[in-house]
Structures are given as structure tokens and as C-alpha cells.
């Protein structure tokens, strides 16, 4: 079974629709994040967490916000999808500096 | 200004050559340093990690930090095609969480 999970794998919306990525991961780890991916752009950091209680923004967390509802699981959702949010996605767990990534989801917003 | 710099490539190189990869970072309180591999629609995977100036080598894979000129490269000796992907280099910054990424290098190995 995969370490770090994300549902769905593929999500096509439109314009305005509220948006649930989930992530779980059975590897333990305290820290999570989430990623998104562009073509020219690479990996941004979207938010992250050390643990249940606590959530930071990373480098472009406009239009999205988070939830962390048990060690091993980290949702994220965009509560009204726009165009320009149509990217890959990616949960990643963390332990220390070394990080893992899920398979990834890949959202279109019409 | 993009703190992680990476040649977007294609790099090519011919099967059982050395490939050399390189990555430049504008911050100098940068403490970590990262190369994934990430093939075509799937995930980054981690392959090595480094965090002293010098070199560091885990199989045919070599990174080496120099900290000084704030430049990272990774080495890949006799490359195989299997080796075809994006390499992508990531930092962690003083102070940080998550890492910042480059926008990776394409390598071909031509067989």
C-alpha cells in the first residue's frame, strides 16, 4: 500500500465550485504539506503543518485554505475554484528535512 | 527574483556518460539541499540530500555543495535511459519549513 495517498487523482470543475483534495499518509510523520505544480513554474508550497494544531501559509496559500484532522490526514479546499488554480497537486509528508510525496491530483477548473 | 535556479534543459547525454546537473540559490542562510527525480506525470521521489560543503555519494548518484559560490550539482555516472527525467533541486532556508524549488532540468540519456 502507498505511504501517502491522495483523493481524487483527477477532478475536473468549474468556475466557483468549492473544491476538497484530501491526503493521507501511514508514515507517521508530524509534518505535512501541500504542493502545487505548474508547467514553467515548478513546486510552490501552498501551506503546511507540524501537527493537528498547528497550520502555516507557505508561498501562495491566497484562494486556498486547509484542514488537518488527525496526524495522518491534511485536506485542502478551494472554496470558490477559479481557472488559474488548474494544476497538479501534491500532499507531501515530512520527517526532519526529508520529504515524500504523494501521486499526485490533477485538478482542471473550467 | 526566483531563489532556485535551475537550466530548464533538455540536457542530453549519451547512454553510460556522466550527467552533470547543476542548481544556484540566492539565499545564503539555505541549510538544506535536495534533488528529486520526478518522471513524466508522476511524483517528485527524493534522491539525495545534502547539507556540507563537499560531495556526497550514495551509488551511481553524486551530489556536491558549495556552499561559498551557493551552488549545488548532482552527478550521474554511466547513465542509463531509465535515468530520463526531471531533476529538480530544493532548499530549505534558515528558518523555514517546506522547501523552495527550482523549476527543474529536463535529462534525455540517449541510448
Known sequence: DADVTQTPRN????????IMLECSQTKGHDRMYWYRQD???GLRLIYYSFDVKDINKGEI????????????????????AIPNQTALYFCATGATDTQYFGPGTRLTVL | QKEVEQNSGPLS??????????????DRGSQSFFWYRQYSGKSPELIMFIYSNGDKEDGRFTAQLNKASQYVSLLIRDSQPSDSATYLCAVRREGADGLT?????HLIIQP
Open chain 2, 101 to 105: 524549488f527550482g523549476k527543474g532540468t
Open chain 1, 39 to 41: 508547467p514553467g513554474l
Open chain 2, 13 to 26: 547525454v549519451p547512454e553510460g556518460a556522466i550527467a552533470s546537473l547543476n542548481c544556484t540559490y540566492s
Open chain 1, 11 to 18: 477532478r475536473i470543475t468549474k468556475t466557483g465550485k468549492r
Open chain 1, 61 to 80: 496559500s491566497d484562494g486556498y485554505s486547509v484542514s488537518r484532522q488527525a496526524q495522518a490526514k491534511f485536506s485542502l479546499s478551494l472554496e470558490s
